[in-house]
């Protein structure tokens, strides 16, 4: 790797220190230690206000063109609203929830929230939008009692605003709401800043609530996680070591992740405004439909930092084969590319450094890292040139990283200053969050890249609740053997669940591909669904690959030999999948135990690995 020549990119200088106990328990940290950082995030916005307030903070799409806010601009809404909140009486008690997805009134609330110390909950839109009995949602306000609900469109969210905010006052962007009044935005935006704001504003510390970010909820009611300024404030420092080449280039994004998830939320949204760049917002997701807009967006718009999931890269790479201007434009300036929230394929790893490398005549930086929304999220972060996607990382400065052995895997857990403090108005599971040292215990399993080796870096061992055995007693990692089998699958798949716990031998249920298995028939994108998935072209890829995975396998634990394609997509109601994609393996498998058992048997639609191949492994 080292022969390769990398665009020059200023980065952290880590000084990794580790100490290994006599349980086995290992330590892992940095001795450079964490710079100072602000008491809370509001100040980088008059910081920047007064230092560049002409610069865009945020844009958005405007027709054929770019709605911008400038810091300035910004600033100013940002008190007034502020001064709205503090007459509506808003409170951590009464906090601020937010229905609807990523636009710039969103940001202007949740900041205005912010700026006078009232938290606010950027809620999944699918919670009011695709549930049916809005049952979270309902868990949601429970929990939180809100003081005002936002929503941008009255239409769209008023089902879900009538039947769990009856009493609730309303504020919205556009449209009213039938039978009940409801606040505009723009009269929001225009209340007249007092000196209560700035009263308000010095009151703001470390230890005060910035806002509640949601778990997924996918094994049972989502829990409030609290995200005090301090959590805040020190994650994105310990961001700006990492990248320290934002510290002297403002960043450019261009991002379609939600902020109600802590990726975009807390960390992409907040790296913008920590070292003044510019956050260009992407209406489009990496869907069939939706990466229609990002391509767009892309094609008009070079960012400097790119993030997005490895599905999303996959569209967008099929895409560059046949448009120039949108792989010179997204290249021409981009310093390093992320990717997270799922394991990446090798192939598209591959693919996504050469099309980089052709483009730009050198390498990019393609990394990825490991947190979660308890903490911060930036916990670990892989910044060396690597050969194969999966390592990800060392722990950023201030944070350390503690290794339990748990049976054959190291149990990963974390201390630092960005860890969140707890679950809101739940001491019993705030309590069970962490261990007796203060480390938070967040269920995933961690492994050396390079054993004995903690500078090199870790690689994700799948999630411990995930993990099973097979009814001969042989112990299956889920997450690596997941990862596995998706990359075998040749992009034919986009996710799995593996299934096998106290059987003999495993087996998956398939999320399918559909574009890639339509490329495998002829006339294939113009048919069903099911009669693609059942069609002896798409049955024979399979099998071919499943073959070759089997002759690969190391035993019986990483051989999957039977697999099933779903028909139908995975419930978001019953907690099979969240918003952003990602899939509850456990509530699959519970949900879906006839399919689980037609696995087993002799159901037509089970493809099969060759059985000699999987005789000559056992």
Known sequence: ????????????????????????????????????????????????????????FLAERDG?????????????????????????????????AILSGNDIEHALMALGAQYVGVPSAALSPAYSLLSQDFSKLRDIAGQLTPGLVFAADGARFGRAIDAVFAGTP?????????????????????????????????????DTVAKFLFTSGTTGSPKASI?????????????????????????VIVDWAPWNHTAAGNKNFNLVLYNGGTYYLDGGRPTRDGIVETIRNLREISPTWYFNVPAGYEMLLSAMEDDPLLRETFFARLRMMMYAAASM?????????????????????????????????????????????GNVGIPAQGVTLKLVPHGDKLEARLRGPNIAPGYWRNGDLSRGAFD?????????????????????????????????????????????????????????????????????RVAALMIPHVPALAALVPGGPGMSRTGLLAHPAVRAAVAERLTRLAAEAT????????????????????????????????????????????????????????????????
């Open 436 to 504: 007796e040292e203060g480390f938070y215990r967040v269920g995933d399993a961690l492994r050396f890249a390079v054993p004995g080796d903690p500078a090199r870096g870790f690689l994700f061992d799948g999630r411990l609740a995930e993990n099973f055995k097979l009814s001969t007693g042989t112990f299956v990692s889920v997450g690596a053997l997941r990862a596995a089998f998706v990359d075998a699958m040749g992009g034919l798949v986009g996710d799995a669940v593996i299934a096998g716990e106290d059987r003999d």
């Open 227 to 251: 995200q005090t300024q301090r959590v805040i404030c020190s994650n994105q420092e310990m961001i700006a070591d990492c990248y320290a080449f934002m510290r002297e280039e403002p960043p």
């Open 64 to 96: 054929d063109g770019w709605r911008h806010l400038t810091y300035a601009e910004c600033r100013t809404v940002v008190r007034a609203l502020g001064q709205a909140f503090l007459d509506l009486g808003l409170s951590p008690e009464r906090p601020l």
């Open 555 to 618: 035993g019986s634990a990483t051989r999957v030999v039977r697999a099933m394609f779903l028909d139908d997509d995975l419930s978001f109601d019953r907690g099979e999948v969240t918003d952003k994609g990602s899939i509850n393996q456990r509530a699959v498998l519970r949900h879906r135990a006839d399919l689980v058992a037609a696995l087993y048997g002799d159901d037509p639609r089970v493809i099969q690995a060759d059985p000699a191949v999987v005789a000559q492994g056992v």
């Open 345 to 389: 394929a090798q192939h598209t790893w591959d693919r996504l450094n050469a099309v980089a490398a052709a483009t730009r005549g050198e390498p990019i930086l393609l990394s990825t890292g490991y947190g979660a929304t308890e903490t911060g999220p930036f916990a670990l972060s892989s910044m060396e040139p690597q050969d194969s996607p």
């Open 1 to 56: 790797m080292a022969a390769r020549r990398f665009a020059p990119l200023a980065t952290w200088t880590p000084d990794v220190r580790h100490e290994t106990r006599a349980d086995g328990t290992t330590l892992v940290w940095r001795a450079d230690p964490l710079g100072p950082y602000p008491d809370k995030i509001t100040e980088r916005l008059d910081h920047w206000a007064a230092a560049a307030p002409d610069r865009t």
């Open 170 to 206: 309303v504020a919205l962007t556009r449209a009213g709401l039938e039978g009940r009044p409801a606040l505009r935005f723009a009269d929001l935006a225009a209340t007249e800043a007092t000196p209560a704001v700035d009263a308000a504003h010095a009151a703001v510390g470390p």
